[in-house]
């Protein structure tokens, strides 16, 4: 069984950075979207970035410009780049991939177990 190791999260203050990753624990066979989605306390979990198997990204409005996500198909892994952030930004936040592990496999959903992110002001 794929599981996602998540790693890079903390406490930063407000107009700091952060750099998540997300690696899968073993090889996969294709890839498709990898995600990042993070869900705020009290709060639905919604997403925050993706990224195709062909490099197309898509951004949540709030974090347009200051957000970057990225994938390194050889590691099995996508990152995500955190600037200038603000106390909104605070969450846990889940990496999430579609991917086949044998080429017989069939597409599965994997999700990471989290990382928490606080912003201070």
């Known amino acids: 069984q794929v599981q996602l190791v998540e790693s890079g999260g903390g406490l930063v203050q407000a107009g700091g950075s952060l750099r998540l990753s997300c690696a899968a624990s073993r090889s996969i066979f294709s890839l498709d979207a990898m995600d990042w989605y993070r869900q705020a306390p009290g709060k639905q979990r919604d997403l925050v970035a993706g990224i195709t198997s062909i490099g197309s990204t898509n951004y949540a409005d709030s974090v347009k410009g200051r957000f970057t996500i990225s994938r390194d198909n050889a590691k099995n892994t996508v990152y995500l780049q955190m600037n200038s952030l603000k106390p909104e930004d605070t969450g846990v936040y889940y990496c999430?991939?579609?991917?086949?592990?044998?080429?017989?496999?069939?597409?599965?959903?994997?999700w990471g177990q989290g990382t928490q992110v606080a912003v201070s002001s």
């Open positions: 999430h991939l579609k991917g086949k592990e044998r080429p017989w496999s069939r597409w599965e959903d994997y």
